[in-house]
């Protein structure tokens, strides 16, 4: 099992500012990195898929970019508002031989404060 | 699109009694997974199934965890007997084609 990092861990910012988070992984036998947004009391939702390196995927206030040569991933949110509170996770899907495995990070829990 | 249903949403036992989860995942949905999810880390895969074959269980602690999924559909995962380092949230997810996940929402479980 590889390890992926999620940085902060925790954050709290006012409505409107903009924030990011960091999630990191190895550089090697890179498949695909997911960010999943998991608010509480509900089911994780699936925000990005990026396969490529230098993706850049945008949802409405939120982006996402990807450098899998030195094995980041950056989730921005502009803008941020109380209803982005959520813990914010990103999945590394590797190759592991023949096959594709999955890591989770630890996620970054954010709080908006209105 | 009905998503993917667990229950029960919660759960409290004491130690050394069993357990069951049960997941729905979407119609269509070959791919399954169990995951576990302590507090203040990321989900930790406990098995996947392919359609009703478990093609990855390295991780689960199979002295006291069972999963089955008759039919390559529903799926339940099982703890006999339980200890007091289970309690957790017990998630289940469904994809496609073994990529993105569509995840219910987890099953919480206390053991006293």
Redesign the interface.
């Known amino acids: ?1 590889l390890n ?1 990092e ?1 940085s902060p ?1 925790s954050l709290h910012v006012q409505e409107g500012d903009s924030t990011n988070f960091t999630c990191s992984f190895p550089s090697s036998n890179f498949y ?1 990195l ?1 960010w ?1 947004r998991w608010e509480t ?6 925000l990005f ?1 990026m396969t490529l390196n230098g993706d850049e995927k945008k949802k409405g206030r939120i982006s996402a970019t990807l450098n899998t040569k030195e094995g980041y991933s950056y989730l921005y949110i502009k803008g941020s508002q109380p209803e982005d509170s959520a813990t914010y ?1 990103c ?1 590394f ?1 590797y190759y592991s031989g023949s ?9 970054t829990q954010l709080t908006v404060l209105p | 699109e009905a ?2 249903v667990q229950s029960p949403r919660y759960k409290i036992i004491e130690k050394k009694q069993p357990v069951a989860f049960w997941c729905n995942p979407i119609s269509g949905h070959n791919t399954l997974y169990w ?1 576990r999810q302590n507090l ?6 406990l098995i996947r199934y392919e359609n009703e074959e478990a093609v ?1 269980d390295s ?1 689960l602690p199979k002295d006291r965890f069972s999963a089955e999924r008759l039919k390559g559909v529903d799926s339940t995962l099982k703890i006999q007997p339980a200890e007091l380092g289970d309690s957790a949230v017990y ?1 289940c ?1 469904s994809s496609p084609a ?9 099953t919480r479980l206390t053991v006293l």
Do not use: C, M, N
């Open positions: 099992i992926v999620q861990q695909a997911h999943y009391a509900k089911s994780p939702e699936a898929v996770l999945a899907y096959a594709r495995q999955l890591t989770f990070g630890s996620g | 998503g993917v995951y203040g880390q990321g989900p930790e895969l990855d991780q998630l997810a073994g990529d993105t996940q569509y995840f219910g929402p987890g």
